[in-house]
Structures are given as C-alpha cells and as structure tokens.
C-alpha cells in the first residue's frame, strides 16, 4: 500500500490540521486539511453503489457523485471501521468549528450545538418526515469531478485491477456504475467548504475499483434473428396476395361471390403456406416473393361486385 494512502482504522483524527481560510472567486471560503503534512486519503473496503451516479447540474457545469453504502458493519469488521472513522472525523469537524468559530463561521463563543447545527456530515443517515431514521444503512457521498477537457479525475479499474477504457466527456459514467455496483476507493478529503453560513467537507473519488456490476442489459439482446421474422412476413404476404387473387376469379358473371371464397381467405392468412396459388395469382406470386430483398408488395386489388339493376319499363300512355 502506497505511503500516501491509510486504512481508516490507522487515522488519528485528533492529528488532522487546518490551513489558512482562502476566499474563492465566488465570494465563498475553503480551508485545506492535511494529515501528517499531507493530503488525507484513504482506502475503503468493497462497498456498494445504492443509487448510481447523481448529477447536478442547476447551477453552472454538471457535477457529477456517487453515494457508497455503509452496509454490513455489523458483520464486516473493515466496513465497521470506516464507519467508525467517518463518525470520529465529523466529531473532530465539529470541535474545529468552535476553535475556530471566528475565523470560520465569524461567530463569537457559540455552544457546540450551536456549530453542530451548522455543519454537515459526511456520514447520511436517511429520515422521514418527522427526523426519525429510516431502516436503511448510513451513505456517503464522493465526488467525481472532471477535469477541463471533460474527462474524469477518477482512474477506474476492472475486477483485476486493469484499467478501464479512459473517460472522455461524453462517457456514459452510469453505464460503469450503476446501482448496485460494488467498488473498492481511494478516497481524499479536499478541504473544508463555507457557504450560506453552514460549512461542511468534500471528499473525492481519487480511484475506483469495479469489483462487481449486476447484471444487466449492454447492446442488442434480441434472440430472434431478424432474416427469420422477413421470411415469416414474405411467407404471409404471399398467402394473402394469392387469396385475394383467388377471390377474385370466384365471382361470376352476375357478381354472385364464390361458397368457398371466405374460407380460402382465411386459410391464406394464417402462417401456414397455403396451397398453390391458382394460374390466374401466378403473377402476383412472383411480385410477393421479392419482399425478401426488401421490396414491398401490394395485393391485387379485388374487383367490386357487379349487382344488375332492372330499370322499370315506361308506362304507355
């Protein structure tokens, strides 16, 4: 394991320290925080990906997290101890708030309670309405940012460690992390931030790991092959051509429709291949059966029925 990487059970979080406040061009304010005189970063344990990637995207370019569950800390001893971290780091978030309150939050001897309120925590435990905990485990949140180019900051690597294909901007990221997923992180805190009077810290995904994915749908997935449903189409516009040119030889001088014309129609248009079209639908049979190369084929068109009219004789005057 890299010098510049710990386990969350090897922090002592009594030894993080604080830089100077620097204010940002948007008016707002960041502190650095260092551990040991260096950035604070950590491995976590294989954990899951609950929601997928979240964007927001109101104010300014899309930016881009992912919320990592804390579940199984009460079976996992490695998921246990970064939760325990994570609690421990907001407490000590807390206490430099009142030490440093001043400077900070420009307020003069306020209760712990008081900065309690006006800090958020890394660890999120979800509530309802009335602030009581729902029953699902505790989240947090990292952060996928992107560099100027579009790409992501974030290395990304496989099952075995083999780096995934290099994220330009129009990467589809939830395709590579979708609910569900499991990742091992490099994870790194990049300071305090200070806004609408509460304040509160950010932390980044610096590399992730894909251990696990479930199972789901990537490109076509359609088991029937397509030349197959053509010739299913072509069979049946066959059928169809050769019975409506079938009854159209069965009407007779007089117009009168032939008994069994109905049932040969039917017969036609269901799947099964008809019986050989009769001399007088040769025609349309040969037209029908180039729909194989794509070409569309109309049927016969039906001649209407003839219907006698007697006119009555004029009466003699």
Same mark, same amino acid.
């Given at each position: 394991?890299?010098?510049?990487?710990?386990?969350?059970?090897?922090?002592n979080?009594?030894s993080i320290?604080?830089?100077?406040v620097?204010i940002l061009?948007?008016?707002g304010?960041?502190?650095?925080?260092?551990?040991?005189?260096k950035?604070?970063?950590?491995?976590?344990?294989?954990?899951s990906v609950?929601?997928?990637?979240?964007?927001?995207?109101k104010n300014?370019?899309p930016?881009?997290?992912v919320?990592?569950?804390?579940?199984g800390?009460?079976e996992d001893?490695k998921?246990?101890?970064?939760?325990?971290f994570?609690?421990?780091?907001?407490e000590?978030?807390?206490?430099?708030?009142?030490?440093n309150?001043?400077?900070w939050?420009?307020?003069?001897?306020?209760?712990?309670?008081?900065?309690?309120?006006?800090?958020?925590?890394?660890?999120?435990i979800?509530r309802d309405q009335s602030?009581?905990?729902?029953?699902y485990?505790p989240?947090?949140?990292?952060?996928?940012?992107?560099?100027?180019d579009?790409?992501?900051?974030?290395?990304?690597?496989?099952?075995?460690?083999?780096p995934?294909?290099?994220?330009?901007?129009d990467?589809?990221?939830?395709?590579?992390?979708?609910?569900?997923?499991?990742v091992?992180?490099?994870?790194?805190?990049?300071?305090?931030?200070f806004?609408?009077?509460?304040?509160?810290?950010?932390?980044?995904?610096?590399?992730l790991?894909?251990?696990t994915?479930p199972d789901?749908?990537r490109?076509?997935a359609f088991?029937?092959?397509?030349?197959d449903?053509?010739a299913? %189409?072509?069979?049946n516009? !066959?059928? &169809? $051509? @050769? /019975? #409506?040119?079938s009854?159209?030889?069965?009407y007779g001088?007089?117009?009168?429709?032939?008994?069994?014309?109905?049932?040969?129609?039917?017969?036609?248009?269901?799947?099964q291949?008809p019986?050989?079209?009769p %001399?007088a639908?040769?025609? !349309?049979? &040969? $037209? @029908? /059966? #180039?729909?194989?190369d794509?070409?569309v084929?109309?049927?016969?068109p039906?001649p209407k029925?003839?219907v006698?009219?007697?006119?009555?004789?004029?009466?003699?005057?």
């Amino acid at each position: 394991m890299s010098s510049l990487t710990h386990f969350p059970s090897d922090v002592n979080v009594s030894s993080i320290e604080f830089g100077p406040v620097k204010i940002l061009d948007s008016g707002g304010k960041s502190v650095n925080l260092r551990y040991e005189g260096k950035n604070l970063m950590l491995e976590t344990p294989s954990l899951s990906v609950p929601y997928g990637v979240s964007v927001f995207d109101k104010n300014g370019p899309p930016k881009f997290s992912v919320d990592l569950s804390l579940r199984g800390a009460d079976e996992d001893a490695k998921v246990k101890a970064l939760q325990d971290f994570l609690e421990a780091f907001d407490e000590r978030m807390i206490d430099a708030g009142v030490e440093n309150a001043g400077k900070w939050l420009k307020m003069a001897n306020p209760s712990r309670d008081v900065i309690k309120a006006f800090y958020t925590p890394v660890v999120k435990i979800s509530r309802d309405q009335s602030g009581n905990p729902k029953p699902y485990p505790p989240t947090f949140k990292l952060a996928l940012r992107k560099k100027k180019d579009g790409a992501f900051e974030t290395d990304f690597y496989d099952g075995t460690q083999k780096p995934l294909a290099t994220f330009a901007k129009d990467t589809p990221i939830d395709q590579i992390l979708p609910k569900r997923t499991q990742v091992t992180s490099i994870i790194q805190c990049t300071g305090l931030w200070f806004a609408g009077g509460k304040y509160g810290t950010t932390w980044k995904a610096v590399q992730l790991r894909v251990d696990t994915q479930p199972d789901q749908i990537r490109g076509p997935a359609f088991k029937t092959d397509a030349a197959d449903v053509r010739a299913f %189409v072509a069979r049946n516009t !066959v059928a &169809a $051509a @050769a /019975a #409506a040119a079938s009854a159209a030889a069965g009407y007779g001088d007089e117009g009168e429709e032939d008994d069994g014309a109905d049932s040969g129609v039917l017969d036609a248009v269901l799947p099964q291949i008809p019986a050989a079209a009769p %001399v007088a639908a040769k025609k !349309v049979v &040969a $037209a @029908a /059966a #180039a729909f194989e190369d794509e070409t569309v084929v109309e049927a016969v068109p039906v001649p209407k029925k003839t219907v006698k009219k007697v006119v009555p004789a004029a009466k003699k005057a």
